[in-house]
């Protein structure tokens, strides 16, 4: 398998195939208007110690998860305006999602994906395919939304949210004791005394 690309790609054809700020795609249309270059994690779906179900960043290198023989999924981030709420937000698409942006961004007729808006529609959980991607008309955004979009990414910096874990915080999302938190544990000292934020590797 060949290098696996994370963070910023330098266009959509570099890409591997294989809450407030932040928008979720729900059944039905989901118009936006894309304002930023794809940027690329992977991602696994497993059960972390409890047996709940989690997605948990790949680490790329040395992945407990994928020590385990599970896959990793290739996902991007890009930021976009939400036509519904009219701000912009970071939203997290799919494989599916990804290539059939791509698409249109290889025809002639429509080209770079930040022209037009785009309609993501999502269907009932199970269809095949679960999402349909459609241009709509080009048009220009407007400089209050070009204002919103850079209030946006001063904000959340895209490289860094898209940025692999190592393979200890993963064991931490997965409530796998690491012997840098087993010597913790061993210590006298609460989790406020000794500085731990049990929110540090929780973002996804």
């Known amino acids: ?28 249309s989901n118009i936006v208007r894309i304002v930023t270059k794809p940027y690329q994690f992977y991602s ?7 047996g709940a179900s ?7 290198k040395d992945c407990p998860v994928c020590q385990k023989g599970e896959k990793a ?14 701000y912009p937000a970071i939203l997290e698409i799919s494989m ?10 290889k025809k002639k007729s429509w080209g770079d994906p930040r022209a037009y808006d785009i309609d993501i529609l999502r269907k009932k959980a199970g269809s095949q395919p679960l999402y349909v991607v459609t241009p709509e008309e080009k048009s220009p955004i407007t400089d209050g939304e070009k204002t919103a979009i850079k209030d946006l990414l001063s904000k959340i910096d895209l490289a860094k949210i898209s940025a692999a ?7 931490k999302q997965l409530g ?10 061993d210590s006298t ?12 590797f929780d973002f996804e």
């Not at 599916?96 to 961004?105: D, H, N, R, S, T």
């Not at 874990?165 to 064991?171: I, M």
């Not at 000292?189 to 540090?200: A, I, K, P, V, Y």
């Open 54 to 60: 989690r997605n948990i960043r790949c680490a790329l």
């Open 1 to 28: 398998m060949g290098t696996k690309v994370v963070g910023k790609l330098n266009d959509w054809e570099d890409g591997d195939c294989g809450g407030g700020d932040f928008m979720k795609l729900t059944e039905g």
């Open 176 to 185: 796998i004791a690491t012997e840098k938190t087993a010597t913790v544990e």
């Open 96 to 105: 599916q999602v990804f290539q059939g942006i791509l698409v249109l961004k």
């Open 44 to 50: 696994h779906y497993t059960a972390d110690q409890s």
């Open 73 to 86: 999924s290739p996902r991007w981030f890009v930021g976009v305006i939400d036509r519904e709420t009219g």
């Open 165 to 171: 874990p190592t393979p200890d915080e993963v064991k």
């Open 189 to 200: 000292g609460s989790d406020d005394e000794l500085g731990l934020d049990d929110d540090d």
